[in-house]
């Protein structure tokens, strides 16, 4: 009787964490009078890349620090800042790798162009070796490796 206590006291903990969590993440606790201004909240902060998980938007991170920069969006868009203004401010604080398309310039050419120099270098690299293994000749087996070759073959032909 105990255990089932344990066992229910358990899965009450779970569920209150879950269900923490999912509130945590929530976006409908960000509204506006306006839908208008609800959807572009929500584009808003799709375009904007979590600096924690690096891969995903704020819109699709449950990462605490995702969780605080949508704050700071919908606080900035109540106080009727524009995109352009949140964005600027976005980019000031933490960079142009918030953004998932950054802007070309020199401070931003190894995130544009760096996967191409690696993967070009990477095929180069490959490329050598591969020549290199192609111009080296296998050597001869000497005689007691043939031997030995010879013997083994016979064995197993057995």
């Known amino acids: 009787m105990k255990q089932h206590y344990q066992l229910a006291a358990a899965a009450l903990l779970i569920s209150l964490l879950a269900i923490g969590t999912a509130a945590a993440y929530t976006l409908e606790n960000f509204t506006f009078d306006d839908p208008a201004?609800?959807?572009?909240?929500?584009?808003?902060?799709?375009e904007l890349r979590c600096l924690v998980c690096q891969n995903e938007s704020l819109?699709?991170?449950?990462a605490g620090v995702a969780q605080d920069l949508r704050k700071e969006v919908y606080r900035?868009?109540?106080?009727?800042?524009s995109r352009d203004e949140i964005v600027a401010f976005l980019v000031a604080r933490y960079g142009d790798f918030v953004l998932y398309e950054p802007p070309l310039k020199p401070a931003t050419y190894i995130l544009w162009f760096g996967p191409f120099l690696f993967v070009g270098i990477g095929g180069w690299l490959l490329w050598r070796t591969l020549q290199r293994d192609k111009a080296t000749p296998e050597p001869?087996?000497?005689?007691?490796?043939?031997?030995?070759?010879q013997q083994l073959l016979t064995k197993t032909g057995d």
């Open 59 to 62: 819109a699709g991170s449950q």
């Open 76 to 81: 900035m868009m109540q106080e009727g800042k």
């Open 37 to 46: 201004r609800t959807a572009e909240f929500r584009t808003l902060i799709g």
């Open 140 to 149: 001869d087996l000497t005689a007691a490796e043939q031997a030995r070759l």
